[in-house]
């Protein structure tokens, strides 16, 4: 059974993020994925701890263990955010400050050479992300700023195998129904897609 987990990071129960996530989550759960989701808003603390920073090049700190476990087992993470400031929201960015930790998500190479990945396991990504930009700013001013984050920094070090599906929503703040049923529509089919590279892999 597919192993996945379900991120995500905005404040309001009635958000455009709260609506793409309960989609997403159902399509999962009707492909018979086993699906832990992980609401940050919901007691999730973004906040680097002393310990955890002091421990970072030694033996990790023992904190969040359900949060790393879940992680470390996904073999599917989606990820589903607002775009604020063209980043990630901070709720969000500490989570991959305190989980995506050494000892979990990578460890460090002698003599601080490139990281040496753990997160063997995650096989896709698909990261959902609203935007009240335009399409072509995000394209042509600044080149995707959070996908590239994703992608190179944060992916390519931990989980090097990992496919990234990356699915943005521009114009998001005056999004009508039927571009928002087609956007939709558009995640379903890429669980799709990502269930059957998972039976069949490239």
Known sequence: MTRALLVTAHPLAQSLTARLAARVEAEARAAGWQLSRRDLYDGFDPVLTPAERAAYYATP???LEEDK?????AQVLILVFPTW??????ILKGWFDRVWAPGTAYDHS???GPMLPRLH???EVLAVTTMGAPAWIDWLVLRRPVRRILRLAILKPCAPKARLTWRALYGAEAVAEPRLARF????AADLTRIARRLTCPD
């Open 110 to 112: 002698p003599g601080f």
């Open 184 to 187: 939709e529509t558009r995640l």
């Open 121 to 123: 396991s995650l096989r």
């Open 85 to 90: 400031w063209f980043g990630f929201p901070a």
């Open 61 to 63: 700190a023992p904190t």
């Open 69 to 73: 476990r879940a992680l470390a087992e």
